[in-house]
């Protein structure tokens, strides 16, 4: 079965900096969804991305996929309070619409 | 008003209990899916729906059930609660043609 490992577990950033969040997968990668979460709410859908070398923003949000290194990296650029959350990435094993199989999450802490 | 809603947000029980966690969406999207997530261990499926008629079991199926009583409508039922069964549940929908999984708010349920 598929797993995903993200990297890190957490983060605590300083406000302004910079920051990535990969997601690793154990096979191939079709579909990748990136959601955030607030601590104990819900998921709030941030992008998916399907096909290799693809790119796509949200705000100063910004995820690539790399298909050869069943991987897909997330970017903040100058990151603020608003950020802070749990990242989560979905894959969908090949067939959009289908259940998702998630990450553990990683926590990213801004510190102001 | 949200995509997906879920009943209730909140709910305390005893061991024992039946309960059921109900779930509604207004996108006319066909497949419904139920996760529970518990921290340090992601987001976990439990059932999923592609449609009225149909019904498959997730990764962690044992000791719930689900009834899809309409397109909108996927309900989740605990027959007799268990300590362990302490998490946040949530309920997802999802279009394959659209490539779009959206989250219901979750529902914390405690089992004492």
């Known amino acids: 079965s598929q797993e995903l490992e993200q990297s890190p577990q957490s983060l605590i950033v300083q406000e302004g900096k910079n920051l990535t969040i990969n997601c690793t997968s154990s096979k191939t990668l079709y579909g990748l969804y990136w959601y955030k979460q607030k601590y104990g709410e819900g998921l709030i859908f941030l992008m998916m991305l399907q096909k290799g070398g693809e790119e796509k923003s949200h705000e100063k949000i910004t995820a690539k996929l790399d298909e050869k290194k069943q991987q897909s990296s997330l970017h903040i650029t100058a990151s603020q309070p608003s950020h802070a959350g749990i990242y989560l990435c979905?894959?969908?094993?090949?067939?959009?619409?289908?259940?998702?199989?998630f990450g553990k999450g990683t926590t990213l802490s801004v510190s102001s | 008003d949200a995509d997906v809603t879920q009943t209730p947000r909140n709910r305390i029980t005893k061991t024992g209990k039946r309960i059921m966690l109900e779930c509604s969406q207004t996108?006319?999207?066909?497949?419904m899916y139920w996760y529970r997530q518990d921290p340090g261990l992601g987001l976990r499926l439990i059932y999923y729906?592609?449609?009225?008629?149909?019904?498959n079991k997730g990764e962690i199926s044992d000791g719930y059930s689900v009834s899809r009583q309409a397109q909108a409508k996927f309900s989740l039922s605990l027959e007799s609660a268990i300590p362990n069964q302490t998490a946040l549940y949530f309920c997802a929908i999802g279009d394959p043609n659209q490539n779009e999984q959206f989250f219901g708010p979750g529902t914390r349920l405690t089992v004492l």
């Open positions: 996108k006319g999207h066909d497949r």
């Open positions: 979905g894959a969908d094993g090949g067939q959009a619409g289908t259940a998702l199989i």
């Open positions: 729906s592609f449609d009225v008629k149909d019904i």
